[in-house]
């Protein structure tokens, strides 16, 4: 079994920033890569950054772009994301994930809410 928990989340101004974590508990795995997710109330769930270890690829959605930096570390199954500049349509809760090539597998976190006033 393996469990992905996140933190950091919590109630923040606009302009402000915040920091998310995630950690891999449970059954030792190796990652292909991690990523992170949003859903708004309401709204499907979204894709907000990934990094792929092997490449070292990073991608981010455009709505995000200049503001959050994703990092992490493969050895720990372990991912960061520092967002920066955030704006209320940022509020949402926030899904790590794992992906896995060999055997194809995803795992999901159960989300950390993010929240923005203005």
């Known amino acids: 079994q393996v469990q992905l928990v996140e933190s950091g989340g919590g109630l923040v101004q606009a302009g402000g920033s915040l920091r998310l974590s995630c950690a891999a508990s449970?059954?030792?795995?190796?990652?292909?890569?991690m990523g992170w997710f949003r859903q708004a109330p309401g709204k499907e769930r979204e894709f907000v950054a990934t990094?792929?270890?092997?490449?070292?690829?990073?991608y981010y959605a455009d709505s995000v772009k200049g503001r959050f930096t994703i990092s992490g570390d493969n050895a720990k199954n372990t991912v960061y994301l520092q967002m920066n500049s955030l704006k209320l349509e940022d509020t949402a809760v926030y899904y790590c994930?794992?992906?896995?090539?060999?055997?194809?597998?995803?795992?999901w976190g159960q989300g950390t809410q993010v929240t923005v006033s203005s």
């Open positions: 449970g059954r030792t795995f190796s990652s292909d890569a």
């Open positions: 994930n794992a992906r896995t090539t060999i055997p194809p597998n995803v795992y």
């Open positions: 990094i792929n270890w092997s490449g070292g690829r990073i």
